[in-house]
């Protein structure tokens, strides 16, 4: 795969996610009630970190942390 592709796919998911992010801070200020939940993912190597502010979120990043370091193995492996 051309690493031209990757580096644009990357910085486009981290361009959506950001504005995500600012969506989200927006919709939510208009209602007082709302609870605002996450988590993340830091990557030691290969030992994933994951972080969130309940199980759910946890969980859920759990698995996308699983399927990135699959993705991240099947990749590196092709390369060699």
């Known amino acids: 795969m051309n690493e031209g592709i990757l580096v644009t796919v990357g910085l486009t998911l981290i361009l959506l996610g950001i504005l995500t992010v600012f969506a989200g801070i927006i919709l ?17 190597g290969p030992i994933p970190l994951i972080f969130g502010t309940d199980r ?7 698995i996308i942390a699983l399927i990135l370091m699959v993705l991240a193995y099947s990749y590196r492996k092709r390369l060699i």
């Open 28 to 44: 939510s200020g208009k209602d007082p009630n709302t609870t605002i939940k996450g988590g993340g993912v830091v990557f030691l």
């Open 56 to 62: 759910r979120s946890a969980a859920a990043i759990s």
